[in-house]
Every structure is written in structure tokens, then in C-alpha cells.
């Protein structure tokens, strides 16, 4: 049985239907992240699961409890904020306690606890200050070490590291995932960058419009898209998809089974540029982005679809010059007129495997 | 080329007109004092008189012709449990509106508003009626609940905007860690929120102090407050100047002195939200 059981939840506020109808099970132990675009209901359904919000209707069900009416103080989560939400009245130690000081814990636990987390944290020597005396690094260190000294039963986070900036961001995400492996607790983690989904999570659950688009491990969804939404929200950049129609040697060339009116995803990385008159079709550079590890090249074709490429080597390729376009057949990733997945690309991975 | 004047024209006017407005505002308060302690001939010689011999008989004759005391009594008595109670009511309404918004938040607060537009004594004959049949003419309840009443919608809107301040994630976290409604208040939102309450809570012991229709029309000899001792120097005999100065001067002093200590927090309450 499931640790974490969402069934048929539904959330409206007035007469707007964000949440509509979420079917999960999350295994205790998991690293769950919920991402989508803004708006899509992730921080409404965190909130939702936190017991901040009520539910319209619906079960939720923890290590066999229903809480679906239970108020936050009894569901045994801990949720760190986007904006860090300290108690600002409160020194760095008062902070982390505070739960355990209402749950009316021992002195001597509580003292050894929060000095416990302090440690992993690297905030022993910030336990008197006050959270204004702190970098917005340390606040944000701060408010994970008051959800683990609680040793709660499930972790929620709700865009932890969105006020961090790029190099902290970065070193934070390796300190969640080092913290998920310590601790082993369950987590759920909401963000919109999915490359924090791709990087932390055991499952990636993919929201739109406040549906479940797509449930599964980093690269299933990488790989094994269930439909155009998911196959261009996940990876960077993202999955160059062309109707059918504006590329038609696609069909004609490669001949993938296209269905009317639909839609063939191509990886960048399933895309090579070669001199004009080999490759399938050729195209026009727009524009060359060199990072250095690897080149990401804009290319128009006649028909006008934009596509990208990515390549590791580097090129002396410039913006209008021709170029003629290969493409990996086999790999690509077919959908139908609405989006739906119709056939699966062979990813690079698994033909290497074979 | 000339050097910028030491003391620019708009500074020197600028200062003028504030010393001028605060001569303005202060004279009658200054003249009261003076007045105090003048014999009731000096108070109404011509031309005014600024030096002579202060005597105390002004304030010595209030004492003994009517009970001090015991209006200053019931003053204190009267504006600290309204103010208290108003805290008790107000603190909860603006929590829920300040957290717990709704589409309605705005209108129900305008409405409340605007209950302090009617005229008091527009409500007088009802609440007379009502203190009468209640048996609460002449008591100090009586003008607890009316202070209250009156002071309410000024401090459902003051802790409103207070407390709208405060992130509602900080209350959130406090919920998630375990705290009841009455820990997330007592331990977060009380000290979070003390600057607002403390500044509330000044400004209306100010007001209920300084209230006079309803002590006037609802109490006298009993729950009298001080600002029926005032007036009840005004009238009858003719006007005694000098004695119904000393009984001003006595009936405003504590405030004043209470408001001078407190202004800072008072300043910062009527302004808050305002400036920021």
C-alpha cells in the first residue's frame, strides 16, 4: 500500500476549478517532484497536501490515516517555503525548535536534535542570531533544518530555491539531494525548472492545467514522452516539434508513419548538420549559440519550421549560411493531431544498450 | 559667482509657517495653563494678563466642590477595559480579514467604516433607551460598551492593516509545525503583531479619555468621567474661567503627559501603512 494516496482530489476556489481530479501514490522514502508551468495547480496541490487549503473533494490518505479533513497541525509534514517564511522574532535556534517545543519534546532531545541538524546544515555557528542576521543561503538552510528536526513524516517543498540565485541554486540542489540520501524521508518538491525536477527526483510528476500530464522516473519522461506537453517541457532546449506537414521529407525521406495532421518531436541531440545535399532536408542557420562543452545551432527550414541542434563538437557554421539537415529516424517521436503520443523514439541510451 | 545661501528662502519659510502653525495649536492649551492658575479677576481682566502672582485656589476649590478622584477614576477605569475589550473583539475580525481574505473583505471594512460617519447623535435616543431599560444609565459599564463600540471600527482597520503585513507564510509555517490556533496566535502572530496592537491600543485609550458626547449624555454624578467634570463648570453659576481651566487642566494632563511618553508608537500607528 501506498505511503501518500491522493485519490479524486479536486480544488475549487469560487467558481475556478484549479485541481482537477489527482490520482497519486507516493511510496514512502520517495523523492517526488511536481512540476509545470506557473499555474498549472503544483503549489495548490503541495498546499492542498499540507492542509493550508481544504479540499473540494477527494481522499488523502498518509501511512494508512486519512487526513483529507485533518488540520496542518495534525498531519505530521513539514514544509519549507519559497520565501523561507522564518519566524523572524525568533533566533536561528528558537527557529528550529519551535515544533519541537509545542510537541512538548524533551529539553535534552531538542537540544541535541537541533544541534544534530545545525551540523549537517552548517549552522552551528548561526544558532543565536536572528534570521535578519543571516544570507538569504542561510535563511533557506535555516528553514530546512526546522522541517528536520522534526523528523516529520513527509517532506513538502515549495520552490525552495527560486529567491536563491544561479551559483547558491545550484550548490542548494546538491545539499536537498545530499539531505534526501542521509535522511531517506519521503519528499515532495514543487518546482517550475526542470532541471531541479530532472536532477532531484526519484519520479517527476508533470501538472497541466491542474491534470496529471504524465507520471514517471527523469528519463522516462525524457524518453518515452506521453504527449507533446511533456515531451517539450522536459529537457533543454527543448524537443523541436515540427507538423508534419512543413517538413515533408520527414515522411517522404525518412518515412515515419505520421498520422494526418500530426506532429513528429525530434531531440536536438537527434539532429545533425551536414553539408548541403546530404542529410534529409536542408535548412538555413539563424543563429550559432557556442557554450563551449557543447553548440547549439538555430536552423529555418524552406517550409519554415525552426528546429535546434546539438552537437559537442564545436563548428564554423555562422548565421545564413545553408546547411543540410540529418536526421535520426529512429529516434523520433511521433504525435497526433491532439498531441498524443503515437510512436516512441528509440533513445540514444537504449539503442546503445541493445 | 554666488555661493548657495547659508539659509535658503524656502527652509526660512518653511520653518516660519511651522512654528507658526504650532503657536497656532498650542495657544489654547497654553492660555488653559496660564488661566489655571490665575484668581477668576485676573482670568477675566483686559487687558490679558501674562505676569502675575499663580495660585493654586483654582485647583484646590475643584477638589473640594466636586470629587476629583473619582472622575479621574472613572476615566481610567472606563478607557482602559473599553480599549481592552476592544482589543479582545478587534484582534480576531482583522486576523480573519487580514488572513482569511474573501471577495467581501473590502466591503465588510468600508461598511464598518462607515458606521463612524453618522453623527453620534444620531444614535442617541436608541442607545439611551437601550442603557435605560438595561438599568445602565450613570454606570461605568455602560460607557465601556459604548467606548467599545464606538472605537471598534477604527481598530478592526488599524490591526487590519497591521497584520497585513505580516507575511501569512510565517503563520502557515507555525500551523505546519504543529501549532494550534491559539499557539499560532500567543507565539507568532502576538509578537509579530505587537507593534500594531500597542499603537491601537494607545490611540484608542486616547479617544475613550477624551470622549465626551456619550459620558455627557449617559452618565453624571456616578460614572461621571472627566470630561463631565469639565462641563460641569460651564454652566450653571455663569462661567468661572479660571476654575473651569483647572478642571480642564486636571481632566487633560494625564492623557497629555501619557500621549507625550507615547508618541512615538501613536506617530507610528496612524501613519502605518500610509508612508510605507
Redesign the interface.
Known amino acids: 500500500m501506498a505511503y501518500l494516496e491522493l485519490q479524486g482530489i479536486h480544488k475549487h476556489f ?1 467558481t475556478v476549478h484549479t485541481i482537477r481530479g489527482i490520482d497519486l501514490k507516493i511510496q514512502q522514502g520517495e523523492f517526488v517532484v511536481f512540476v509545470g508551468p506557473s499555474g498549472c495547480g503544483k503549489s495548490t496541490l503541495l498546499r492542498l497536501i ?3 487549503e481544504v479540499i473540494t473533494d477527494g481522499s488523502l490518505t498518509l501511512d494508512g490515516r486519512d487526513i483529507t479533513d485533518a ?4 498531519r505530521d ?3 519549507v ?3 523561507y ?5 525568533m533566533s536561528v535556534y528558537d527557529n528550529m525548535s ?2 519541537l517545543r ?2 512538548k519534546a524533551d529539553p535534552a532531545v531538542i537540544r541535541e536534535k537541533v544541534e544534530r541538524a545545525a551540523k549537517i546544515l552548517n549552522l552551528t555557528p548561526y544558532l543565536q542570531r536572528t534570521p535578519k542576521e543571516l544570507s538569504g543561503g542561510q535563511r533557506q538552510r535555516v528553514a530546512i533544518g ?1 522541517a528536520i528536526v ?1 523528523s516529520p513524516k513527509v517532506f ?1 517543498f515549495d520552490e525552495p530555491l527560486s529567491n536563491l540565485d544561479a551559483a547558491l541554486r545550484g550548490q542548494t540542489r546538491v545539499e536537498i539531494a545530499r539531505l534526501h540520501r542521509e535522511l531517506g524521508a519521503t519528499t515532495i518538491y514543487v518546482t517550475h525548472d526542470q532541471v531541479e525536477a530532472m536532477t532531484l527526483a526519484d519520479r517527476v510528476v508533470v501538472l497541466r492545467d491542474g491534470v496529471i500530464e504524465q507520471v514517471g522516473t527523469p528519463l522516462e519522461l525524457y524518453d518515452r514522452p506521453a504527449n507533446q506537453f511533456v515531451a517539450q517541457f522536459i529537457g533543454t532546449p527543448q524537443m523541436n516539434v515540427v507538423a508534419a506537414a512543413q517538413v515533408p521529407q520527414l515522411e517522404d525521406v525518412c518515412g515515419l508513419p505520421v498520422p494526418a495532421g500530426g506532429y513528429v518531436g525530434l531531440r536536438p541531440e537527434n539532429l545533425t548538420l551536414t553539408a548541403v545535399g546530404q542529410g534529409q532536408f536542408s535548412g538555413k542557420v539563424e543563429l550559432v549559440e557556442a557554450l563551449g562543452a557543447e553548440t547549439l545551432v538555430y536552423v529555418s527550414t524552406e517550409g519554415g519550421a525552426q528546429l535546434v541542434a546539438r552537437q559537442s563538437t564545436r563548428t564554423s557554421l555562422q548565421a545564413g549560411h545553408t546547411v543540410g539537415v540529418a536526421v535520426d529516424a529512429d529516434a523520433a517521436h511521433l504525435f497526433d493531431a491532439q498531441g498524443r503520443v503515437t510512436r516512441t523514439g528509440a533513445s540514444a541510451a537504449l539503442a546503445g544498450a541493445a | 559667482m554666488a555661493r548657495p545661501a547659508k539659509f535658503p528662502l524656502a527652509l526660512v519659510v518653511r520653518t516660519v509657517a511651522a512654528w507658526a502653525v504650532t503657536l497656532l495649536l498650542f495657544f489654547p492649551l497654553g492660555w488653559l495653563m496660564l488661566t489655571a492658575f490665575k484668581t477668576e479677576m485676573q482670568a477675566i481682566h483686559v487687558p490679558p494678563q501674562f505676569i502675575f502672582t499663580p495660585t493654586l485656589e483654582n485647583f484646590r476649590e475643584v477638589q473640594v466642590r466636586s470629587d476629583y478622584l473619582l472622575y479621574a477614576k472613572n476615566s481610567v477605569i472606563t478607557s482602559v477595559l473599553s480599549t481592552l475589550l476592544g482589543l479582545l473583539l478587534a484582534a480576531p475580525a482583522a486576523y480573519s480579514m487580514a488572513f482569511f481574505r474573501s ?1 467581501r473583505t473590502r466591503d465588510i471594512l468600508m461598511w464598518m467604516l462607515s458606521t463612524k460617519m453618522m453623527p453620534a447623535v444620531g444614535a442617541l435616543v436608541p442607545i439611551y433607551v437601550l442603557a435605560q431599560q438595561a438599568s445602565l444609565l450613570d454606570t461605568q459599564l455602560a460607557l465601556i460598551i459604548v467606548f467599545t463600540l464606538s472605537n471598534l471600527p477604527i481598530m478592526v482597520w488599524m490591526l487590519y492593516s497591521h497584520f497585513k503585513d505580516i ?1 501569512p ?2 503563520l ?9 490556533l491559539w ?1 499560532e496566535a500567543r ?2 502572530l502576538l ?2 503583531g505587537m507593534g500594531g496592537l500597542a499603537s491601537t491600543g494607545l490611540l484608542c485609550l486616547v479617544l475613550s479619555w477624551n470622549e465626551a458626547f456619550w459620558s455627557l449624555n449617559l452618565s453624571s454624578a456616578k460614572a461621571g468621567t472627566l470630561a463631565t467634570l469639565i462641563a460641569s463648570y460651564s454652566s450653571p453659576e455663569g462661567l468661572f474661567w479660571a476654575k473651569l481651566s483647572a478642571a480642564s487642566l486636571l481632566a487633560i494632563a494625564p492623557i497629555v503627559v501619557f500621549g507625550w511618553f507615547s508618541q512615538k508608537q501613536l506617530v507610528q500607528g496612524l501613519t502605518f501603512g500610509a508612508v510605507k
Request: no cysteine.
Open positions: 469560487g499540507a492542509g493550508l488540520p496542518s497541525s495534525k509534514l513539514a514544509m517555503f519559497q520565501s517564511a522564518l519566524y523572524p522574532h519551535f515544533a509545542l510537541a526546522r522534526r513538502l | 471577495k507575511p507564510e510565517i502557515e509555517a507555525a500551523r505546519m509545525d504543529g501549532a494550534t499557539q507565539l507568532v509578537p509579530l
